[in-house]
């Protein structure tokens, strides 16, 4: 196994084991199944585990595993507060106490903020007094590193990243993403700032390896090298310095030893030429069912209406290079969801976006076209009513 360094100096694991993705056994997680992969990842190496109070099971399953094979001392255990679901400082300590509880352990070495989308969220916790509640714990040793995991756009992440003196992030990133949420630059911002940044979806939810058009894996093929799409996916992430773990939600020991084959071979900075090329054609073969040519560059923006243009653009074109569904979920995450709304609907026409577009994308008329497709009228709905729900009515608890 290879390791990089938290804010600390501390030894983290390139790979990091994702929690979420266990197998069932019925209803519940198959503890059995979950031990052999979490002891065959901990022998090898892997000193990283991820979970969170929302994922069913896993806090408690992960406890029991640790408990049981005296590993406590010898990991580290990653978790996050629902802060969606809090308005009270009570409910904070409620939360973060069942967690303690679930995980058999008397502190969390990397605590989270989970599912930040909006800059809202964070200022919502403050006035909660999050910022006293982190001390506090931090100062009793039941937190050890404090950080936050993110879903919104690249402006919004900077504005969280920059707001506060956070010891690590977790972002969504691989290379379809590489201009997305928080995208490089978030990456590089965070890095430049001495913070580690953790990586989910390194496959996108499993999409860059089984919804890879046919033209893409053959790319793959044809380039010699003889690795899996997941393969080519961890390596373009192990290829970047800024990048601390990538976390893999592993649900078999054959995937466990794999993805340790990978990280303990890939070192920074060692993709060549020709790699970076393969994975410009496969982005190239998945950017052909596209709908808008739009980049992500963000010439575009600001909006003065503050219409969210590329994170439109890329969800309506999710639509059509993952699925429909997924394309709708993404839009609610980035840009449906943030406090601020930044639909197209918003978009007074005054054209100014469209002067500094270097693709030339007519973008008034393809922001009326994503929006048509992106909220046909019962997702309008949905949409309007979580938001009364998460921006208005938040009841104490
Ligand atoms: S045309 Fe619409 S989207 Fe473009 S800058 Fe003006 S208001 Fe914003
Ligand atoms: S300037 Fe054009 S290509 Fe760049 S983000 Fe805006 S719409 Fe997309």
């Not at 449906?336 to 500094?356: D, I, N, R, W």
Request: proline share 4%; hydrophobic share 35%.
């Amino acid at each position: 196994m290879q390791y990089r360094k938290d804010k600390y100096g501390n030894k983290l694991s390139i790979l990091g084991f994702g929690c979420m993705r266990f197998q069932k056994k019925g209803s519940k997680i198959d503890i059995e199944e979950a031990e052999k992969e979490i002891l065959e990842a901990f022998n090898a190496g892997v000193n990283y585990y991820d979970t969170a109070y929302v994922y069913s099971g896993s806090e408690a399953a992960i406890g029991e595993i640790f408990e049981r094979n005296n590993m406590r001392d010898r990991i580290n255990i990653a978790t996050k507060l629902p802060q969606y679901l809090i308005s009270s400082r009570n409910a904070i300590d409620k939360y973060f106490n069942e967690e303690l509880s679930r995980l058999r352990t008397d502190h969390v070495d990397y605590y989270l903020m989970h599912h930040m989308t909006d800059v809202a969220m964070w200022e919502k916790l403050k006035k909660i007094g999050i910022l006293e509640w982190i001390q506090e714990k931090k100062r009793a040793g039941a937190i050890r590193n404090i950080g936050f995991s993110y879903h919104g756009n690249t402006e919004n992440f900077l504005k969280i990243l920059n707001d506060y003196d956070w010891d690590f992030c977790q972002i969504q990133y691989n290379y379809l993403d590489e201009v997305s949420q928080a995208g490089v630059d978030g990456l590089k911002a965070a890095a430049a700032k001495g913070i580690p940044v953790i990586i989910m979806e390194p496959l996108r939810g499993g999409k860059l390896v089984n919804m890879l058009p046919e033209k893409a894996r053959k790319a793959m093929q044809a380039s010699g090298r003889g690795w899996s799409p997941a393969e080519w996916a961890f390596r373009w992430l192990y290829n970047q310095p800024e990048v601390t773990v990538v976390l893999s939600g592993m649900n078999s020991v054959e995937m466990v030893e794999e993805n340790v084959r990978i990280a303990s071979e890939t070192q920074a900075g060692s993709f060549t030429e020709k790699e970076f090329a393969v994975l410009e054609k496969v982005k190239e073969e998945i950017k052909a069912h596209e709908k808008v040519g739009c980049t992500g560059c963000r010439y575009c923006m600001p909006c003065p209406k503050g219409v969210d243009i590329p994170g439109i653009f890329r969800c309506y074109n999710a639509m059509y290079t993952e699925n429909k569904r997924e394309g709708r979920f993404q839009f609610a995450q980035t840009v449906g969801l943030t406090k601020e709304p930044s639909f197209a609907s918003q978009c007074v026409e005054c054209g100014k976006c469209e002067k500094h577009c270097p693709q030339n994308i007519p973008i008034r008329e393809k922001l009326k076209e994503a929006d048509k497709a992106l909220r046909p009228l019962p997702y309008k709905i949905g949409i309007n009513v979580v938001r009364k729900f998460m921006f208005r009515k938040r009841s104490k608890k």
